[in-house]
């Protein structure tokens, strides 16, 4: 069941058909999913106090409804530690099309996966997984299940890819906490199931995950044709 708050949400994306990255994480944060600390803005200096309360580089995304695809547009830009570079990327990115603010949030380090899922005409949501970041595009290695899912379904769909050893761990490299990333998928298939009314596809795409977390660093919910 979808709250009041996810609701207006997708109301709210409903012109542009899709829900811009930083709602599409209020909606993964509402239903109990780790997304990064960030702040949404068109301040510089409220920026750069986001920057120096964090313990780290940040990432600054640029915000806008006439941007889908922010790498297309030079849009993300990673590893920022100084005011003076956060500065002159966000006065940047704010010249973008459609951009009046940006997304600042902290920079997580860790092995990155795809969680997704799209509502196909014939079987309802199916959910994919794989190595995430730019690799899936490059290696086409994913698993597909349908929704829901239970949590002994997790195994076989990390089994099934190339990428196994990665996201297990190999050569002494941790990998990553699997009844983590169980739950984290389990409670993404529940999330989509009641999402099937309104939505054509849902992307997280990086899940940066550790030994500790699984945090969505990117999200974006394609509405359907209402």
């Known amino acids: 069941m979808l709250n009041r708050k996810i609701r207006k949400l997708i109301e709210t994306g409903r012109e542009s058909g899709w829900i811009c990255e930083p709602d599409a994480k209020s909606v993964m944060k509402s239903r109990g999913f780790d997304v990064p600390a960030s702040v949404v803005t068109d301040s510089p200096e409220e920026a750069v106090r986001f920057l120096n309360k964090t313990d780290g580089p940040v990432v600054v995304k640029a915000v806008s409804k006439k941007i889908l695809h922010k790498t297309e547009y030079n849009a993300v830009v990673t590893g920022i530690r100084s005011a003076d570079h956060l500065d002159s990327e966000m006065a940047r990115l704010m010249k973008l099309e459609g951009c009046e603010t940006v997304l600042v949030e902290e920079m997580i380090n860790g092995i990155e996966v795809i969680i997704g899922a ?3 005409f014939q079987f309802g949501p199916v ?13 086409n290695d994913t698993a597909i299940r349908m929704a829901p899912l239970k949590p002994g379904d997790i195994p076989s769909m990390v089994d099934s890819l190339k ?9 002494g490299r941790p990998g990553v906490n699997m009844d983590i990333l169980t739950s984290v998928l389990v409670k993404f298939s529940r999330l989509v199931m009641d999402f099937e009314d309104d939505m054509a596809s849902v992307d997280l795409n990086p899940v940066i995950c550790t030994q500790d977390r699984c945090v969505i660093a990117d999200a974006r919910i394609i509405l359907n044709e209402s």
């Open 118 to 120: 799209k509502n196909d």
């Open 127 to 139: 959910v994919v997984f794989g190595l995430g970041g730019t690799a899936v595009e490059v290696y």
């Open 163 to 171: 990428a196994a050893a990665i996201i297990k761990g190999h050569r």
